[in-house]
């Protein structure tokens, strides 16, 4: 403070600097609808400024109820506790590793890539939770092209890979006993095994689905079956051979829709 300001320089003194004079709304929708997100939270105040005596959810920390009580569980940030949870909860976190808001310092490395992200929402949504994901504006209202590709990129991943994230529920397992790169989720009796990582082998294997007489494995984004074997152990083992990059509608995290198993 000393370095940068004037001697007696307040809180309130930074408002007359915040003129946000390149803030588009139109720019800002079009991104967040892009982005396949289904609700939005705009922080508009700082929260060091709110009153100490408000209570919120489960904002009680310092008395050991921290993720104890709420409607919905607000915890720590870039909370994501690799299991099933038997209440609802939100994974707040930020794009930008080591700020909510905008730094003009900050280095490419310091934001996380687009693979990273889809890690925390496959990994979230697997164990019952939601994703917040934090992009910091900056001061004249613009977002920066790093905080515009993420969110896009999320979105383009969603478009084809939506239908095992939006509205699905947490299955009786949530990250594969074999391939720890999998995590499930399930609507409708369906099963969805999100691949993090594409199964160069040639085959991936599943230890959790309990397979039938009728199950079928197909890939979400891509047209035909793919076949499969038991097992000795349990689960299947899904044949999944090289597929040329231009048949691929998605780049990042492979959705392989399981029918028919238990």
């Not at 007696?8 to 991104?31: R, S, V």
Request: aromatic share 14%.
């Amino acid at each position: 403070m000393k370095k940068n300001y004037p001697p007696n320089f307040q809180y309130a003194d930074f408002a007359p600097m915040f003129k946000a004079e390149f803030f588009d709304a139109n720019i800002w929708a079009e991104l967040l609808s892009m982005s396949g997100a289904r609700y939005v939270v705009l922080t508009s105040k700082h929260h060091k400024a709110l009153s100490k005596t408000v209570v919120t959810n489960d904002r009680w920390c310092s008395n050991g109820c921290s993720c104890h009580h709420g409607d919905v569980y607000t915890c720590s940030d870039r909370y994501n506790p690799g299991k099933l949870l038997n209440h609802k909860w939100e994974n707040a976190m930020t794009v930008d590793k080591f700020s909510w808001g905008y730094r003009r310092n900050a280095d490419i490395m310091d934001y996380l890539t687009i693979e990273e992200l889809l890690y925390q929402l496959v990994s979230t949504v697997s164990c019952g939770g939601n994703l917040l994901m934090n992009v910091g504006p900056t001061a004249d209202g613009r977002i920066i092209p790093a905080f515009q590709e993420r969110p896009v990129q999320m979105g383009q991943w969603l478009s084809v890979n939506g239908e095992a994230i939006y509205s699905t529920k947490p299955w009786r397992a949530q990250n594969d006993t074999v391939t720890k790169d999998v995590w499930y989720t399930s609507k409708n009796g369906t099963v969805y095994a999100i691949a993090l990582v594409w199964p160069f082998s040639g085959y991936l294997p599943l230890g959790a689905p309990m397979y039938t007489d009728e199950t079928q494995v197909t890939l979400l984004g891509y047209e035909g079956k793919f076949s499969w074997l038991p097992m000795l152990k349990g689960g299947i083992l899904v044949n999944a051979p090289c597929i040329p990059a231009n048949k691929l509608k998605s780049k990042w995290a492979w959705v392989f829709k399981l029918d028919f198993v238990h």
